[in-house]
């Protein structure tokens, strides 16, 4: 059994850890709204201009938020899903938007990564890999 000054300890190290996202207070996903869009240069190696956003988060921060993928309609005081996933090469971002939700339109053209740009896969996709799967189980 732990002692006093153990559980003590353990007590306040639980405070003392520091998150990875802090603006997100514990959760996977928080609304937010846009507050001003502006674009970024990466670091170093990479050279690109990668569009990024400053959004109010419902936990009354503020943080930089990076648009994912081509192109988009959002405009100030547009509402976005932001998760803690940011882009790697640009500097202070470390959330990005989640797309297909609120305001933030899901991409139509696209043939893969499906889930990435908010959108479901046809259902003719799903079933013919189901018809594979079970012709090879079958066998």
């Known amino acids: 059994m732990a002692t006093k000054n153990q559980r003590a300890r353990l007590y306040y190290f639980k405070f003392l850890t520091k998150w990875r996202r802090p603006k997100l207070k514990m959760s996977p996903q928080r609304r937010g709204v846009v507050l001003r869009l ?13 569009p990024i956003v400053k959004a109010r988060l419902s936990s ?41 939700v609120y305001d933030f339109d899901a991409k139509l053209d696209i043939k893969k990564r ?19 799967l079970r012709k090879l189980l079958d066998t």
Do not use: E, F, M, Q
């Not at 502006?38 to 990668?50: D, H």
């Not at 740009?117 to 018809?131: E, W």
């Open 114 to 132: 499906w889930s990435v740009y908010g959108l479901k896969k046809p259902a003719h996709l799903c079933t013919h890999v189901r018809r594979c």
């Open 38 to 50: 502006r674009i970024c240069t990466p670091r170093k190696p990479n050279s690109a201009r990668r």
């Open 60 to 100: 009354k921060k503020r943080a930089l938020v990076h648009i994912p993928g081509k192109g988009h309609t959002l405009r100030r005081h547009s509402k976005v899903l932001v998760c803690g996933v940011g882009a790697r090469d640009l500097p202070l971002v470390n959330y990005s938007c989640l797309r297909g």
